[in-house]
């Protein structure tokens, strides 16, 4: 039986930490706030990739500048966060700087602004960014594929050999070189074992969005195609300890958690997705989320369910894949 080690504190203690203001604690954890070392000064918009008004973000692709040589590419990514309870109080209260837009009646709107630790934006940064970030950031028409087993051996297995993104990131978590002190759980067991770790999208600073991911230590599990009924202790795994570490750390029972793959992945190192069920997070849609529960229950009726099963994802107008499924006369 593996050792379980739980690096979660007490839930009154992290429950604190949720409702603290960014510019005390920025990665929600116990560390200082450490200064970027991304120069904007150096930084200048190229292109806006994509925005919703609705979600209140925007990705942006940008150049930074170098002593010598060429200006290199950015993806910027900022996003309004959400409200958080506990501070609310702080926003509204006798000092704050309400200016008044219009009145009409009973109806009025204002402007209020806030301190600037009540004002963050979630920033998020990808230098430099390859060819595919861009593409991947970029909004595009969509095309729904009928992924069919033969399909995957032909066209997608020989297409992600040569063309995935690099997963240096995630192996940089698993050897505990990056994000250590962010890790909420690990099953240390090379086979069967995982480590559950914040989601780079999520501030940690409100539950309401709350979005973790579990990493397998395993290597060489691609994606939900690779799974058989031989990873099915590790899937459970998952699973139970993983709804445990959450329910403990941020009190949010495993009835709120939406617990999930995607197929396609951006990444091909097995991972899960944790999500609120109350946040409609990007991924969650029919074409994309694969429910974990129902995962571990298709492989226990067939331990070769997605080996054979046609899978369906959708694709961008420019993704490489696309276009060598249409070479196939697939689409
Ligand atoms: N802890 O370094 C990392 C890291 N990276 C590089 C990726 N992730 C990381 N987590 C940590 N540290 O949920 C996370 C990603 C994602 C998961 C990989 O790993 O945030 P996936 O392989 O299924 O890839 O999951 P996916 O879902 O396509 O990736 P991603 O980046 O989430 O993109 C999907 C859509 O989400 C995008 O098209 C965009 O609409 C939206 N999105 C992407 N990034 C952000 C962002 N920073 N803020 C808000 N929305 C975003």
Same mark, same amino acid.
């Given at each position: 039986m593996a050792e379980k080690v739980e690096s979660a504190p007490m839930l009154e203690e992290k429950k604190l930490k949720l409702s603290e203001p960014a510019a005390q604690e920025p990665e929600g954890n116990q560390a200082p706030a450490e200064r970027s070392r991304f120069n904007l000064n150096r930084f200048s918009v190229k292109k806006i990739l994509r925005e919703s008004a609705r979600d209140k973000i925007v990705f942006i692709h940008g150049k930074v500048g170098q002593d010598c040589g060429e200006a290199q590419d950015a993806v910027v990514i900022l996003e309004k966060t959400p409200f958080c309870e506990e501070t609310l109080p702080q926003l509204l209260n006798k000092d704050a700087d309400l200016r008044l837009q219009m009145r009409n009646d009973i109806y009025s709107t204002h402007h209020l602004y806030p301190l600037p630790s009540f004002n963050e934006i979630k920033t998020t940064v990808v230098y430099p960014a390859t060819e595919k970030h861009l593409k991947k950031y970029l909004k595009q028409e969509m095309y729904l594929i009928n992924e069919t087993a033969d399909d995957y051996k032909t066209i997608t297995s020989p297409y992600l050999q040569s063309q995935a993104l690099s997963v240096q990131w995630v192996y940089n978590i698993l050897e505990k070189k990056a994000e250590v002190e962010r890790i909420?759980?690990?099953?240390?067991?090379? +086979?069967?074992g995982f480590l559950l770790i914040p989601d %780079?999208?999520?501030? +940690? /600073? +409100?539950?309401?969005d709350l979005y973790l991911i579990a990493i397998c230590h395993?290597?060489?599990? /691609? *994606? %939900?195609?690779? %799974?058989?009924?031989?990873h099915l202790t590790m899937l459970q795994n998952i699973l139970q300890e993983g709804q445990v570490a959450i329910s403990k750390r941020y009190?949010?029972? +495993?009835?709120?958690l939406r617990i999930y793959f995607h197929?396609?992945? *951006?990444?091909?190192?097995l991972h899960i997705h944790f999500t609120a069920l109350s946040y409609d997070a990007p991924g969650s849609m029919v074409e994309r989320a694969h429910l974990l529960s129902s995962v571990i229950e298709n492989l226990q009726t067939d331990p070769e369910y997605y080996q054979k099963r046609t899978l369906t994802f959708a694709l961008k107008a420019d993704d490489p894949l696309l276009q060598s499924f249409k070479e196939a006369g697939r689409v």
């Open positions: 909420i759980y690990e099953n240390p067991d090379p +086979q069967d %780079l999208k999520w501030n +940690q /600073k +409100q539950v309401d395993r290597r060489g599990v /691609k *994606s %939900l195609r690779d %799974l058989t009924a031989e009190n949010t029972p +495993q009835s709120q197929y396609q992945p *951006s990444y091909y190192h």
